[in-house]
T-cell receptor
Framework: AQKITQTQPGMFVQEKEAVTLDCTYD???????LFWYKQPSSGEMIFLIY??????QNATEGRYSLNFQKARKSANLVISASQLGDSAMYFC?????????????FGKGNQVVVIP | DTGVSQDPRHKITKRGQNVTFRCDPI?????LYWYRQTLGQGPEFLTY????????KSRLLSDRFSAERPKGSFSTLEIQRTEQGDSAMYLC????????????FGQGTRLTVV
């Protein structure tokens, strides 16, 4: 079963505008972590932001914030004040931590193109 | 230390040949992961090491795949008798073992089997 769902088609966003990338997840584990990674055309996966399942507040890292809605099992990424360098694929991932599990399960990604 | 390093960056091989990739993790990280990413997909987990011990293997890791981390530092991933379906980006990542910490990825090895 798909653990992470990212279904938005490729997105174009105007420079300096905000963009929201959707991510829903499926787990029965009460303890898990949610991650967002950016993958530019060079191929490297760049860590952006982390949200723990027990964290009370939404995570923020600079221009990145995570809109965590636990009851809906969603963890949307918000990028504020988009820059041309934000053009990339964005992947949502989850680590379920029960039973010593350490693997990250990734979604299929969202393509973002920032236009001037 | 400048991050996770993978070598080579690109590899083209003929079907049936063996290939080996190397990953050097961030030096203080004791966890090391291998993932495979095909076009249009997110990375898929292959295997995971804690120090030199291989603790998890995905069902994606067929008998033709073997991974080692002999001294708990660098790791190698070998694919024997390569098939065209093995063409993909192979990503290595490392992390600390304390807490639910993020994994840092290398730039990957792109394998093309012709």
């Amino acid at each position: 079963a798909q653990k992470i769902t990212q279904t938005q088609p490729g997105m174009f966003v105007q420079e300096k505008e905000a963009v929201t990338l959707d991510c829903t997840y499926d787990t029965s584990d009460p303890s898990y972590g949610l991650f967002w990674y950016k993958q530019p055309s060079s191929g490297e996966m760049i860590f952006l932001i982390y949200q723990g399942s027990y964290d009370q507040q939404n995570a923020t890292e600079g221009r990145y914030s995570l809109n965590f809605q636990k009851a809906r099992k969603s963890a949307n990424l918000v990028i504020s004040a988009s820059q041309l360098g934000d053009s990339a694929m964005y992947f949502c991932a989850m680590r379920e931590t029960a039973y010593g599990n350490n693997r990250l399960a990734f979604g299929k990604g969202n393509q973002v193109v920032v236009i001037p | 230390d400048t991050g996770v390093s993978q070598d080579p960056r690109h590899k083209i091989t003929k079907r049936g040949q063996n290939v080996t990739f190397r990953c050097d993790p961030i030096s203080e990280h004791n966890r090391l992961y291998w993932y495979r990413q095909t076009l249009g997909q997110g990375p898929e987990f292959l295997t995971y090491f804690q120090n030199e011990a291989q603790l998890e293997k995905s069902r994606l890791l067929s008998d033709r795949f073997s991974a080692e981390r002999p001294k708990g530092s660098f790791s190698t991933l070998e694919i024997q008798r390569t098939e065209q379906g093995d063409s993909a980006m192979y990503l290595c990542a490392s992390s600390l073992s304390t807490g639910n910490t993020e994994a840092f990825f290398g730039q990957g090895t792109r394998l093309t089997v012709v």
